[in-house]
């Protein structure tokens, strides 16, 4: 017997098995590399970006809204951090105690809360804005899902109303709404920045990845006002239209030598820190935006055209009995007729018929000349927001009856602002200086609109004005010498003059021998009984000169004796109005 | 001769992985720092802002004259009582 062959059995198999086989495992390969280029390189953007979401944020960086400082760097608004309630509705888990307790602490009702967490599709609610930090960190304490703090600015002005009327305010959103506010908000806004960078699991910031837009703070912005002076002016503005209990007032202090506008008060006024519903009549800043006719404080600008054509001198004579005059259909009349008074005393007295006959001395043009040089009829370009330019028709179609009148400040309307922009040529020996609101870094470039005589004299008749003898001796300021030029005007109403509503007002500056400050003073529709210029708006000027002066550090030009009032036997002398 | 080359170069692969592991916890740690003196800075400028409204808040001249007129009965020298002294010439 044959050893038993091992029982080898051959196992013959297929070949295309193997090759089968082999096809599959190259086929999965392929596959796998198909898929692998399909992830690195196809689709490769859309995964990064998933990965990176996982850990990389995107954060927004706020920027502050740059303070508003006045001349002397005291700040005027400043925003600071308050945090506001919100939730987001759609993953909020509160119990009904924790709404009423919310509730009590936002200082609503449980409905109100209610109603505004209704909405389950948002993401995003407010529930009370602008809290006290205090007030916001107890609301966190109830620690309710769904409802965070968000990081607000408020802007909050220290100087309260006395600045309100220059400053204005911002909305909610710390957008300027009125006046510097707006017209400067791209500046003080600042723009808002973000970066991104890399968060841990706990949401811990462990790496900055790119700044993608780097965030602007809002520049401060210096104005040209000096807090002293305005509160000073608002102060005597108050008692003034208290006194004569007057709708409204204004006062502008300028620089007389540089533009600047150094005070700019108005009455009635309001609080920019209570928000809420803003009364148009309150916030507007009529020192700027209003209108009125100046009446007799334009005398002085018809006199230095006469003047400045050569027309007359200032101690030519000019015959002003029996005190009317009539011009066409219509009569001009001087309440207080004088008789024959020199150019000089036309102003001192405030004389309608002296100034009169000067215009019509005139050819129109020269006389819209002056009044177009020193600014009438075009804004002032003060930097402030809507700030209107008057009304100055042109010479042409001007009628001898308008052209007389004009003379006296009649016809014609200008704002407060322009009206003491306009006196600057009398200070400045006959150059208009350019009025701003921001602090001035170059010497401004005055224009010249008169010569300097003719400035010189003008002056010299403005300081007779508020001397005994004149309109305005309660314009006077112990210590230093003044000169200024009151005016009444009655008011427009409807088609004519208002009966018994009228406008007083004195613009003046001080001191003479070397003017630092232009005041113009405005008193709207004083009802107690007195009205003229003189006794209304000329003691205004003269408690803020003295102060401002004596603020200033300005040296007395004038000795320090009581200033002289007209004796109370003597009859003051009544402007015409 | 090759294998003592390789053994150098492996302990500088692992001196330069630790040392890349340190500093870059190194870095973290500083960022952190950086971050929250940032967050300091940032709120102490906030607290700047309102200890200057508070300031301003104190000192408004209304009060400031309140004060001074009705506590300390203080006045403006009158005129008759205010003596000027002659500045030298510049």
Redesign the interface.
């Known amino acids: 017997m044959s050893a038993t062959a091992p029982a080898r059995v051959a196992l013959r198999l297929p070949a295309w098995r193997a090759r089968l086989l082999l096809l599959v495992l190259l086929a999965w390969f392929a596959a796998l590399a198909g898929r692998a280029f399909y992830l690195q390189r196809l689709h490769d953007d859309f995964l990064q970006q998933k990965g990176e979401s996982r850990y990389s944020r995107v954060i927004e960086l706020s920027a502050t809204r740059g303070?508003i400082v006045d001349r002397n760097k005291?700040?005027l608004a400043?925003?600071?951090?308050v945090e506001s309630v919100a939730a987001s509705p759609a993953d909020i888990q509160i119990t009904p105690e924790q709404t009423a307790r919310l509730a009590q602490l936002l200082a609503t009702s449980a409905g109100e809360v209610q109603r505004k967490l209704a909405d389950t599709r948002r993401e995003f609610v407010y529930l009370k804005r602008q809290l006290p930090p205090e007030q916001a960190a107890s609301v966190v304490q109830l620690g309710i899902k769904g409802v965070f703090l968000q990081r607000e600015y408020r802007r909050?002005y220290?100087?309260?109303d006395?600045m309100a009327h220059v400053i204005g305010f911002t909305d909610i959103n710390d957008r300027g709404q009125e006046a510097l506010e707006l017209a400067f908000d791209d500046t003080l806004a600042g723009r808002p920045g973000s970066r991104r960078v890399i968060k841990d699991r706990l949401g811990?910031?462990?790496?900055?990845v790119e700044s993608i837009q780097r965030p602007e703070n809002g520049a401060t912005l210096a104005l040209a006002l000096d807090?002293?002076l305005q509160?000073?002016s608002s102060?005597e503005l108050r008692k003034a239209v208290a006194e004569h209990r007057a709708s409204a007032g204004g006062i502008v202090v300028l620089d007389a030598t540089s533009g600047e506008i150094l005070a700019m008060a108005n009455l009635p006024s309001y609080n920019p820190n209570n928000r809420g519903h803003f009364d148009p009549r309150r916030t507007r800043n009529r020192t700027a935006t209003d209108l009125f006719e100046p009446g007799s404080t334009l005398k002085p600008f018809t006199a230095a055209a006469a003047l400045e054509a050569g027309a007359v001198r200032p101690e030519s004579m000019i015959q002003t009995a029996p005190g009317q005059m009539t011009i066409g259909k219509r009569t001009i009349h001087d309440a207080h007729p004088q008789g024959m008074l020199t150019v000089a005393e036309v102003i001192q007295k405030s004389s309608n018929v002296g100034a009169a006959k000067l215009a019509l001395a005139l050819p129109a043009e020269t006389l819209w000349k002056l009044f177009s040089g020193v600014g009438f009829g075009a804004p002032p370009e003060s930097g402030f927001p809507g700030e209107v330019s008057g009304r100055l028709r042109a010479h042409k179609s001007w009628r001898p009856i308008e052209q007389a009148t004009m003379s006296y400040g009649h016809g014609i309307s200008v704002s407060l602002l322009q009206l003491a922009r306009a006196y600057t040529i009398f200070a400045t020996d006959g150059t208009l200086q350019p009025v701003t609101l921001i602090k001035r870094t170059a010497p401004p470039q005055p224009t010249r609109v008169v010569s300097a005589e003719t400035a010189r004299a003008v002056r010299a008749m403005l300081e007779l004005a508020v001397q005994p003898g004149g309109t305005a001796p309660r314009a006077q300021v112990?210590?230093y010498r003044v000169a200024g030029k009151t005016g009444t005007a009655r008011k427009i109403e409807g088609k004519g003059y208002a009966a018994n509503k009228y406008v007083s007002a004195f613009v003046g500056f001080a001191p003479v021998s070397a003017p630092r400050l232009v005041i113009a003073v405005m008193i709207d529709e004083p009802t107690a009984g007195q009205y003229y210029g003189g006794a209304v708006a000329a003691p205004v000027f003269s408690r803020v000169a003295a102060?401002a002066l004596?603020l200033l550090g300005v040296?007395?030009d004038a000795p320090?004796?009581?200033v002289q009032l007209p004796s109370p036997a003597v009859p003051e002398i009544r402007e015409e109005v | 001769m090759m294998a003592r080359v390789n053994l150098l170069l492996l302990a500088t692969l692992i001196g330069c992985a630790l040392a890349l592991v340190t500093s870059q916890h190194q870095a973290?740690r500083l960022?952190?720092e950086l971050?929250r003196e940032q967050e300091r800075a940032k709120q102490l400028e906030?607290e700047w802002?309102?200890l200057?409204?508070e300031q301003?808040?104190w000192a408004?001249?209304?009060r400031v004259?309140k004060i001074a007129t009705e506590q300390l009965h203080m006045r403006?020298a009158p005129?008759?009582r205010?003596e000027?002294v002659p500045?030298a010439k510049p």
């Open positions: 303070m005291e700040p400043i925003s600071t951090p909050y220290p100087a309260g006395v811990h910031i462990i790496e900055d807090t002293r509160y000073l102060r112990a210590g102060e004596r040296a007395p320090i004796t009581q | 973290r960022f952190v971050q906030v802002g309102q200057q409204l301003r808040t408004m001249h209304g004259e403006v005129a008759s205010v000027v500045g």
